[in-house]
Nanobody, 123 residues
Framework: QVQLVESGGGLVQAGGSLRLSCEASGSILSINTMAWYRQAPTKQRELVATITRGGRTNYADFMKGRFTISRDNAKNTVYLLMNSLKPEDTAVYYC?????????????????WGQGTLVTVSS
């Protein structure tokens, strides 16, 4: 079984910063791309940023340099540093991982999700 557990969400004033963390645990052979998504009330879930195992990153256009994704492969953990937060950044932030896990005598590919962590930015 594989688990992704996010932490670091909370209430922050506009202009402030937060650092989200997401640790993957369980029967994991390797983790490929890790990502952060977010879902605001009444809106669809949207991609925030991705990072490959080798550290190559990709960001949504709305980031405009405010957010930084990073990872620690030894800890199976991905981070999202969010600066200059705006009220419109208020959302539940979800961690996602594309990973391989043992299954019987073979392996399987999983698209795993965390339970989400709420970020609220007040004006």
């Amino acid at each position: 079984q594989v688990q992704l557990v996010e932490s670091g969400g909370g209430l922050v004033q506009a202009g402030g910063s937060l650092r989200l963390s997401c640790e993957a645990s369980g029967s994991i052979l390797s983790i490929n791309t890790m990502a952060w998504y977010r879902q605001a009330p009444t809106k669809q879930r949207e991609l925030v940023a991705t990072i490959t195992r080798g550290g190559r990153t990709n960001y949504a256009d709305f980031m405009k340099g405010r957010f930084t994704i990073s990872r620690d492969n030894a800890k199976n953990t991905v981070y999202l540093l969010m600066n200059s937060l705006k009220p419109e950044d208020t959302a539940v932030y979800y961690c996602n991982a594309d990973l391989t896990s043992p299954q019987g005598l073979g392996v399987r590919t999983l698209d795993a999700w965390g339970q989400g962590t709420l970020v609220t930015v007040s004006s």
